[in-house]
């Protein structure tokens, strides 16, 4: 037996020999198990929840002892969020904004670049000089000159640990969740920034782009027949080099230089001998910019799964690299230093994570920038073991080669930034404009008070959970009443007083009252008894009620309960005395009869009576076990009850009378009714002379009679109505209604085979899903924008890439409601792609999506 059950039958022990009217108040506090020894510490390791004494594992362990004071609070420290000295400002992660983050500080490091653009005049510097000042309110900016140039400038001067980009983010119109092609946003952006500087009258601002990152060079064919030679010159940003077959970065340089010849079906037409002649072409770098830009192609086009791959193969690089022998002008300076390398950690080409390494230009020292956080590499050196390391997809990937001093070897960097070694290092900082460092002022003034405010938080709730400490070490020792005066309270209240991640509430006990209004005897288990004193002090400081003294321990709970306990024990006998009495045959007329279901189950229903009894006071003050009845579970409990029969109606037919069946009812001593009698006085009595119900026998005639006139015209409809299904191609009518034994029959006319009918032709007309749909769900309100949007989720197609129609009709107003545009339930709208929406590669039967990129359709990249 469980220790709770033993415990409960201990505390009731007594009532087997002490009648109702003998209970005295000592039997009372033994039923509420005052007599149970309290628990000692150390020795009790859980709480005993039938002892009301136990006051171990309620959760007073973590107060008992020293406690850390930061344990008091969930507030980080706010200095934590501050940016360390001589470091730099860090840039939240949106979602899959990494790839931005990483640009956004390699630009900034780029120190000319950042002087242009604070150079740059913006609407705030113009409202500055005309008002005078500026309103107290956030600052906007408008363009994204404004927004770099803000960003920059909180980069340069926040004292914020990491800012956040959000603003220069939703400018471009990017989508926060989906990451995209590093090296295809920094070309769009180059070109987006140049465009938009080339309006500006300053030659420093607008030509800055040019004068950083754009070089010349030209491609040149020679015809093989003539020696005639052809230019076309252009412009680049970068170098995009192809790495694969290669392990160094000069090679990578020396292919892309690499000569090529025309021949076959290739050859070139020569304007000179107006025929198509072989000839050759290659690429003439004929000037170089002071910030070189070399793109890795390590995200290729795979024309077997028609997606983007990446290529994980190691390439070394050196922190010197001298270009001369591949320009065309020799004599000139050009020895590039290393400045920034990034990289993208992860095998696909369609997930992982960007970071850069980037050389401070000022004090020559190596960062690593991953989003908020900042590194300073050791020593003045880049360190790119740990990148390379933490990539690492499987054991089988080739060993990372050996590299030399001044060499780095990777497989994830994808872009090398380097810096012309003879360009002027900039001897002053550059310096943030007055209106721009006022904006910087007012941010960190909120980042202050911020931090001031985290604070204050942090200190109030040390100072509550010291106060807290004390008073559980205090109040803790005297919970255990002993002799002296108790009360109770809840075991939930005590847990959540000691519990410092909640408010304690006031206390509230009205769940474990009786009908009486005192203290439930069966809520014992879940209560415990502390001492007055401390009880004095819970209610003095957080209030509640009713208070539960001794005074509320329930005589009349009870006394009740020990009689229905001697009711049910007298059960247990008299279901001995009716079994053996059951065994003896009953002759001649004296006897009753009893149901066979009744008989089977008799002490089941007079104990369900019982504990009824026993808890009829508690339903009618509205509780049950502390548990609060709502007004629909009642209605369906009253149904139940209703539908139950009583003991011996089981043998009661419609009229009342004893039904007409004897194989459900059974004969019984007079002696044995008796007993029954005792618990079921008002159950339906039949001495076994009684006669069966007379209406039952007129009806049971009646009955066979209606058999066999149903079965002469089921066998009549039988032989007429299949000719209705002789045709083959009408509808097969699989619910069509048969007579089956002691089924329901129906009657079935024409009208009825007709209206059958155009019920199954109306199922059959029915739109069947085919392969590759889905089902929407809509409504007539809503607006093709938004249902693009749902198709959007379904299909990962972008809106701007859905072509839908219905019946031909092509849908294209985005504010045209679906009620408007004839989209009515079972609508079938077609869905033309101008992207294939994915590539499926079956894996033991398993469908691997491979969702395409979007790019930047749609972003404020191609605005302009």
């Not at 791959?309 to 000139?332: A, R």
């Not at 009880?535 to 957080?542: I, K, L, Q």
């Not at 005792?678 to 009684?690: G, I, L, N, T, V």
């Not at 545009?821 to 039967?845: F, R, T």
Request: net charge negative; hydrophobic share 30%; charged share 30%.
């Amino acid at each position: 037996m469980a220790p709770r059950l033993q415990l409960e039958k201990a505390a009731w022990r007594w009532a087997e020999t002490v009648r109702p009217e003998e209970v005295s108040q000592e039997h009372i506090e033994t039923a509420y198990r005052i007599w149970l020894e309290p628990c000692i510490r150390g020795v009790c390791r859980r709480n005993c929840k039938g002892n009301p004494n136990c006051l171990v594992g309620i959760g007073e362990h973590i107060w008992l002892g020293e406690i850390d004071e930061n344990s008091f609070h969930n507030i980080d420290d706010p200095n934590c969020e501050r940016r360390k000295k001589n470091s730099f400002v860090g840039l939240t992660n949106l979602g899959a904004t990494c790839y931005v983050n990483t640009f956004l500080q390699v630009w900034f490091l780029n120190l000319e670049l950042r002087q242009a653009l604070y150079l740059c005049p913006s609407t705030c510097s113009d409202r500055a000089t005309e008002d005078g000042a500026h309103e107290e309110k956030d600052y906007e900016p408008q363009t994204i000159c404004e927004h770099l140039q803000y960003l920059f400038a909180l980069l340069q001067n926040s004292n914020r640990r990491y800012i956040d980009p959000s603003g220069f983010v939703k400018a471009l119109g990017l989508d926060t969740g989906q990451q995209q092609d590093a090296q295809e946003f920094s070309k769009l952006f180059m070109s987006l920034l140049e465009d938009t500087l080339s309006k500006q009258k300053n030659p420093d601002v607008r030509n800055i782009v040019q004068q950083q990152f754009s070089g010349e060079y030209a491609y040149v064919t020679v015809c093989n027949q003539c020696g005639r030679e052809s230019k076309l010159l252009s412009k680049f940003y970068e170098l995009e080099l192809n790495i694969q077959g290669h392990k160094q970065l000069t090679d990578c340089i020396s292919e892309f230089l690499k000569e090529e010849k025309l021949e076959g079906d290739n050859r070139y037409f020569c304007e000179n001998c107006q025929s198509k002649q072989n000839a050759t072409r290659k690429i003439r770098l004929l000037s170089l910019p002071c910030t070189l830009n070399l793109q890795l192609m390590r995200f290729v086009f795979d024309r077997q799964t028609g997606h983007k791959k990446k290529l994980n193969t190691y390439i070394g690089f050196s922190e010197i690299l001298d270009m001369e022998p591949y320009v065309e002008h020799k004599g000139g300076s050009y020895v590039y230093e290393l400045s920034a390398v990034l990289i993208h950690r992860g095998v696909s080409a369609y997930s992982g994570h960007y970071i850069a390494h980037v050389k401070d230009p000022q004090s020559g020292e190596w960062y690593k920038f991953n989003d908020e956080d900042i590194e300073k590499m050791e020593g003045k050196k880049l360190q790119l073991g740990i990148e390379e390391d933490l990539a690492e997809p499987s054991k089988s990937q080739t060993r990372k080669p050996k590299c030399g001093k001044g060499t780095h070897c990777s497989r994830n960097a994808y872009m090398l930034v380097y810096r012309l070694q003879n360009q002027e290092k900039p001897s002053t900082v550059v310096q943030v404009p007055a209106f721009l460092q006022e904006l910087v002022d007012r941010d960190n003034s909120k980042f202050e008070e911020w931090c001031v405010e985290m604070a204050e938080m942090r200190k109030q709730s040390v100072d509550k959970g010291k106060a807290k400490h004390e008073e559980v070490k205090e109040l803790y020792q005297r919970l255990p009443a002993g002799a002296e005066p108790y009360e109770f309270v809840s075991l939930e209240w005590l847990q959540k007083w000691l519990d410092e991640s909640t408010p304690t509430k006031p206390i509230d006990n009205h769940a474990c009252l009786c009908s009486h209004d005192k203290l439930h005897p069966d809520k014992i288990s879940i209560m415990k008894r502390i001492s007055e004193y401390a009880a004095d002090v819970f209610y003095s400081r957080y209030g509640g009620g009713p208070r539960l003294t001794v005074k509320a321990l329930c005589k009349e709970c009870v006394v009740e309960r020990c009689r229905m306990l001697r009711l049910k024990n007298q059960l247990n006998e008299d279901y001995k005395t009716v079994n053996n009495l059951l065994k003896v045959t009953v002759k001649g007329d004296d006897g009753f009869w009893v149901g066979k279901s009744s008989l089977r189950s008799w002490r089941q229903l007079a104990l369900e009576q019982l504990d009824e009894q026993d808890g009829e006071a508690d339903q009618s003050n509205g509780r049950m076990n502390g548990n609060t009845f709502s007004k629909d579970d009642s209605k369906e409990e009253r149904k139940e009850e209703e539908e139950e029969l009583n003991f011996n109606e089981d043998i009661l037919c419609p009229h009342g009378e004893l039904c007409i069946s004897e194989n459900e009812r059974r004969l019984v001593s007079k002696e044995a009714w008796s007993k029954l009698q005792q618990y079921f006085p008002k159950a339906p009595e039949f001495p076994s002379h009684r006669e069966c119900c007379s209406q039952c026998k007129i009806l049971e005639r009646e009955g066979e009679e209606n058999e066999a006139l149903h079965k002469m015209i089921a066998n009549e409809q039988k032989t007429s109505l299949p000719n209705l299904f002789q045709d083959k191609n009408r509808p097969c009518l699989s619910n069509w209604p048969e007579s089956n034994g002691g089924a329901k029959r129906q009657k079935i006319s024409h009208q009825n085979y007709i209206a059958f009918q155009k019920q199954v032709i109306r199922r059959s007309m029915r739109h069947r899903k085919v392969r590759g749909e889905k089902a929407l769900l809509v409504s007539a309100n809503q607006t093709l924008k938004e249902l693009k949007i749902q198709i959007m989720h379904a299909f990962s197609v972008a809106p701007f890439d859905q072509n839908l129609s219905i019946d031909g009709k092509i849908l294209s107003d985005d504010c045209a409601t679906l009620g408007t545009l004839g989209v009515i339930p079972e609508s079938v709208i077609l869905l033309k792609a101008d992207e294939p929406i994915a590539d499926y590669a079956a894996m033991d039967d398993v469908m691997q999506v491979c969702m395409p990129e979007e790019g930047f359709k749609g972003t404020g990249l191609l605005g302009h």
